[in-house]
């Protein structure tokens, strides 16, 4: 039952049969989460610290919640509202966090690296909840958990990623994950959300989204990250959703299914069209549902529950 990663900084690397493991093990977490009461006793006794530099919706709450849901104590830190405020470093607040017996620490950060940097400073389980524009290695989890629990399998699936790439820690996750479980990837954007040389992962490059929509059996659908980049990359939002937003209209003219995903934030009426987002073909909700059981799965597989 044990992975052969310590920590979980990123899906670079990672081999098939720790993700495999993962993925088995966040299915039976699903059946926990059906139940009426939903909590198991697995990692009881062990303190986890939930550190958020960056905003967060989902992926706070859904470590939170599967933290609870296996009997973890948890702890949650903002940077708003602490000591960080006073000039106190990273370094000197994790240390001090760590003093109080912590056996693990999820992170979010908007510097791309800091989460590696952080095991540097402590002997505990360290895990990526999103750092800069690096990885974001539970949301790919959860978005490759949920490809597979549609269509049985990832290997030889056709999966597109559509938007943002240069700035999205979800698009590199991604495609690490799904090229080493034999998925064929590719990314579609405006030539300037392409980052250089990404050819080099083995994924194809389209610049024109029908093109990449006949390509895939799935599509996963990026929104702009503003905050990450400075102006003039696109000429506006409105020339973007003609070019790269999936519309009703797009989607009907492709006369075949189409999955869709979304690690949200969504921006309706950019990437998506809010009918698009809500319809059929969406699944972006039940990424959130596995978002909580493939969270358990990272947390008992890493953290050494029983
Ligand atoms: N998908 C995702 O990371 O969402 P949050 O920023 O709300 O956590």
Redesign the pocket.
């Known amino acids: 039952m044990n992975l052969s990663i310590k920590h979980l900084y990123g899906l670079e690397g990672v081999p098939k049969e720790d993700l495999t493991q993962i993925f088995d093990t966040a299915f039976s977490f699903r059946e926990v989460l059906e139940r009426p009461i939903k909590r198991v006793p697995t990692l009881q006794g062990k303190t986890i610290v939930n550190l958020f530099f960056e905003?967060?919706?989902?992926?706070?709450i859904s470590f939170e919640l599967a933290e609870k849901r296996l009997s973890a104590d948890t702890i949650n830190f903002s940077a708003s509202g602490s000591s960080l405020s006073k000039g106190e470093s990273l370094k000197d607040t994790i240390q001090n966090l760590y003093a109080m017996k912590m056996d693990a620490i999820v992170m979010?950060h908007p510097v791309p690296g800091s989460v590696k940097l952080l095991s540097q400073f402590v002997d505990a389980v360290v895990i990526n909840?999103?750092d800069g524009t690096h990885e974001?290695p539970t949301?790919a989890l959860l978005d490759i958990m949920s490809l597979k629990e549609k269509f049985g399998k990832i290997e030889g699936l056709n999966i597109a990623i559509v938007g943002d790439i240069r700035h999205s820690r979800?698009a590199l996750s991604n495609i690490f994950g799904l090229k080493t479980l034999g998925a064929n990837v590719a990314l579609c954007g405006p030539p300037t959300f392409m980052p250089c040389g990404v050819e080099s992962l083995g994924v194809k490059i389209m610049y024109d989204l029908d093109e990449a929509l006949q390509f895939a059996d799935a599509v996963n659908l990026l929104r702009i990250q503003r905050e990450r980049q400075g102006k003039g990359l696109i000429p506006s939002l409105r020339e973007y959703r003609n070019l790269y937003g999936l519309t009703r209209e797009r989607l009907e003219n492709l006369k075949k299914p189409l999955t869709i995903l979304h690690?949200?934030?969504i921006n309706r009426g950019v990437e998506i069209d809010s009918d698009v987002a809500d319809g059929d073909y969406s699944i972006i909700l039940h990424q959130v549902l596995n978002g909580v059981a493939v969270r358990m799965a990272v947390l008992f597989l890493l953290v050494g529950g029983k």
């Open positions: 905003n967060s919706t989902r992926t706070r979010r909840a999103g974001h949301q979800v690690p949200g934030p």
